[in-house]
Every structure is written in C-alpha cells, then in structure tokens.
C-alpha cells in the first residue's frame, strides 16, 4: 500500500491498534535476591518489581531509566534487555509490550523512595516470588532471571516463553 500524502498517512496510522508500553527492571543483591517495591496505589497487589509505563515518544530504555530514577531515587545502571512480554487486551485495557531489563544499583546507593507511590523495598528470593508477585509476572520474572543466566532475552507472551526448542 502506498501512501503519498500525509493526511493519508495520518488516517492509516490512526487506524492501527494502539500498544501501551512499561519498562522495570531486575536488580539483584550480591546474594541474587531480587529487589521488590511496595506500591501505595494497588493494595490488593502491592508488591512489584521498579518501572513503569512508558511515556509518549520515551523509548523503553529511556523510560526505565527514568522510573528507576523516579521510585528509587538513584540512578540505576541498566545493564541488559532481559525479556519483553506481550500482554493481551484485557477489561478495556489494549494489549501492552512490558520491557524487562536487568540494572544495579551504584555502590553504597541509598533508596529514596516517592512516599505518595512507594512506602517500602525489600530483597526477595527468587523461589518466593511466587507468594509475592501476581501469577503473569512470577512468570515474566522467572524467564527473565532465566534468559539472563544464560545470557539471551525472552520474548513471552503473557509470562510464556513461545520460542523455546519443544
């Protein structure tokens, strides 16, 4: 399909489904915990892991740069692309991209968390994930701490790992 002039263009884009985006990251103790933060804004699932949604024209990076800088209050190494997950529409929400990166955290850094969004932190082993996080993102965590191990990037959809060998 060919387009020539612009308002053509913008009648064609405007006509293609609408992605939503997030960006977090994995950011592991020197014992391979897993750090969690504890949001105010979602009681019935407060644990999760840093990031969140990417803004208007922010690539994934960027966005998880900034929320890293936002909620924890110091400016976090991003180190790799560890899993990217579609996330399928659902209750009136359009389908989503989650970017999962892996980060540390500078020597000696000091968490300053924003008291209106996070109200603490806490190191999790990666076997209790499970009682702590929601089902889809145990899973999206587990193949991102996975796919890091062996130094690739998951591409799941909804937590699942599609590409793998059967």
């Given at each position: 399909m060919s387009h020539t002039d612009t308002a053509s263009d913008q009648q064609f884009y405007a006509r293609l489904p609408a992605t939503r985006?997030?960006?977090?990251?994995?950011?592991?103790?020197?014992?391979?915990?897993?750090l969690l933060v504890e949001r105010t804004y979602k009681?019935?699932?407060?644990?999760?892991?840093?990031?969140?949604?990417i803004e208007h024209g922010e690539s994934p990076l960027t966005a998880c740069r900034r929320e890293?800088?936002?909620?924890?209050?110091?400016?976090?190494?991003?180190?790799?692309?560890?899993?990217?997950?579609?996330?399928?529409?659902?209750?009136?929400?359009?389908?989503?991209l989650q970017w999962l990166f892996t980060a540390r955290l500078p020597e000696d850094a000091e968490l300053r968390l924003p008291?209106?969004?996070?109200?603490?932190?806490?190191?999790?082993?990666?076997?209790?994930?499970?009682e702590l996080l929601p089902a889809h993102i145990t899973r999206r965590v587990?193949?991102?701490?996975?796919?890091h191990a062996s130094g690739t990037t998951a591409y799941l959809e909804h937590g699942h790992p599609t590409l793998e060998d059967r």
């Amino acid at each position: 399909m060919s387009h020539t002039d612009t308002a053509s263009d913008q009648q064609f884009y405007a006509r293609l489904p609408a992605t939503r985006g997030a960006a977090g990251a994995l950011i592991r103790s020197p014992e391979g915990e897993v750090l969690l933060v504890e949001r105010t804004y979602k009681p019935d699932q407060p644990w999760g892991i840093p990031g969140g949604i990417i803004e208007h024209g922010e690539s994934p990076l960027t966005a998880c740069r900034r929320e890293l800088t936002e909620e924890l209050g110091v400016k976090a190494i991003v180190e790799h692309l560890a899993a990217v997950d579609w996330v399928p529409p659902r209750g009136g929400r359009t389908a989503a991209l989650q970017w999962l990166f892996t980060a540390r955290l500078p020597e000696d850094a000091e968490l300053r968390l924003p008291p209106d969004e996070l109200s603490s932190w806490a190191w999790a082993a990666p076997e209790r994930l499970g009682e702590l996080l929601p089902a889809h993102i145990t899973r999206r965590v587990t193949a991102a701490l996975a796919a890091h191990a062996s130094g690739t990037t998951a591409y799941l959809e909804h937590g699942h790992p599609t590409l793998e060998d059967r």
